[in-house]
């Protein structure tokens, strides 16, 4: 699976990332996942979310503490994980109104 994951980029299941979305890898390279529908996905950067992330590394490379990241996001109003996409991603923050040190 960690060959398929790494050589192939294909997504093995669960949510994305933050920073990710799935997208449509093409046909199932076994026939008779294929036959029956099953596609593969990979991982894309997505457009909304992806700056945030390289901002975060940013900001952590450059010797900023976690909190401070998060306080920081907050202000600038970035909706956190559980925000950004409440269907699928229930964290700790999820009852918070923005970013924690745990998600930052």
């Known amino acids: 699976m960690r ?3 790494e050589v192939q980029g294909r997504h093995l299941g669960g949510r994305p990332p933050y920073g990710y979305r799935l997208v449509d890898a093409g046909p199932h390279p076994n026939r ?21 992330v390289r901002w975060i590394f940013e900001q952590r490379l450059a010797g900023q503490s ?19 996409d409440p269907e699928s991603l229930r964290t700790t923050c ?10 930052a």
Do not use: I
Not at 32 to 52: F, M, S
Not at 94 to 103: L, Y
């Open 66 to 84: 976690v909190a401070g990241t998060a306080r920081e996001l907050n202000e600038r109003r970035v909706p956190c994980p559980s925000r950004a």
């Open 32 to 52: 008779v996942h294929a036959g029956r529908g099953r596609r593969l996905h990979r991982l894309d950067p997505d457009p909304v979310t992806a700056p945030h």
């Open 94 to 103: 999820s009852s918070r109104p923005g970013w924690c040190a745990s998600s």
């Open 3 to 5: 060959v398929q994951a």
